[in-house]
């Protein structure tokens, strides 16, 4: 089984899958998303109640199945940023980045200079705690390189300002928030609204245009091969619970049936 990592899938063509982690942070979950031939996986912290102890498990988790992670952190504050990096996350989700303002701190939290201010502490989880004596810049410059930023569009003003954050150096996938997004526009759910269309086709278009990566999470597979058509190559397949109620609930339907 072909092994990448994330900054190898970015920006290239064809689907990347995976899903979203919001209950099982089991010792076998990479391994067993790896079997099933998941490309990366999102450990969510926003809406789970998770802590970074649990973030520091599922990294070594999925280390030993090769499977890259994603954390999506609770906010935009730099500590958590920062330490979702540090515990070894391949990559961060941010949730509700509406600006070039913002965007530039997030880039300026997980970055080490001269790209960012991100405190330094080597030799750690990021480095797979390896006992080095290489120059610091050297470092610094491999971990910026390895560490992938991923800004979620999740209002109009985030939407619109999609072209200008994508541009920036370090800005690696623009992640769809539908749900929020809907919210946002005062009209819950509807994605089909041709402003809501509008909005997601400009984050994709403009993700492409700078030769970036765009995402989005499905409720299914079926949806998910429909996402990719528009344009989304990273997408994810439900989520871990979601995924285990969908497959228990079609296999009661079907004994039921008989």
């Given at each position: 089984m ?6 190898s ?24 998303l790896?079997?099933?031939?998941a ?5 969510d912290?926003e809406h ?7 973030v ?5 988790y ?5 499977l890259?992670l ?41 970055k ?6 991100r405190g330094v ?16 810049l ?6 910026n ?17 999609a072209g ?7 800005v690696?996938m ?10 946002a526009?005062?009209k819950?759910?509807?994605?089909d ?5 509008k909005?997601?086709?400009d984050s994709?278009?403009?993700?492409r245009?700078h ?6 999470l499905?409720?299914d597979?079926?949806q ?5 058509k ?8 439900a ?15 079907t004994?039921?049936?008989?």
């Amino acid at each position: 089984m072909t092994t990448n990592t994330l900054r190898s899938l970015i920006g290239t063509p064809g689907p990347k899958i995976g899903t979203f982690l919001f209950e099982f942070a089991t010792p076998g979950i990479g391994q067993i998303l790896k079997a099933a031939g998941a490309d990366y996986a999102v450990l969510d912290m926003e809406h789970t109640g998770f802590g970074f102890d649990t973030v520091r498990q599922v990294v070594r988790y999925c280390q030993a199945a090769d499977l890259p992670l994603i954390v999506r952190v609770p906010s935009q504050q730099r500590h958590h940023i920062s330490r979702a990096l540090d515990a070894g996350a391949d990559g961060i989700m941010v949730p509700i980045v509406s600006s070039v303002v913002q965007a530039k701190a997030v880039l300026d939290a997980a970055k080490y200079w001269p790209d960012g201010t991100r405190g330094v502490a080597l030799g750690l989880a990021h480095e797979r705690f390896a006992m080095r004596s290489d120059p610091l810049l050297d470092r610094f410059a491999e971990q910026n390189a390895r560490t992938v930023v991923i800004l979620q569009v999740e209002d109009p003003r985030g939407a619109d300002a999609a072209g200008e954050i994508a541009a920036l150096p370090g800005v690696d996938m623009l992640w769809l928030g539908h749900n929020d997004l809907s919210v946002a526009m005062n009209k819950p759910g509807a994605f089909d609204h041709p402003d809501f269309l509008k909005h997601e086709s400009d984050s994709i278009a403009a993700a492409r245009k700078h030769g970036k990566s765009a995402g989005r999470l499905g409720v299914d597979a079926r949806q998910c091969a429909d996402f990719v058509k528009l344009g989304y190559d990273f997408v994810a397949i439900a989520g871990d619970v979601w995924l285990l109620q969908q497959a228990f609930a079609a296999g009661v339907a079907t004994v039921r049936k008989g």
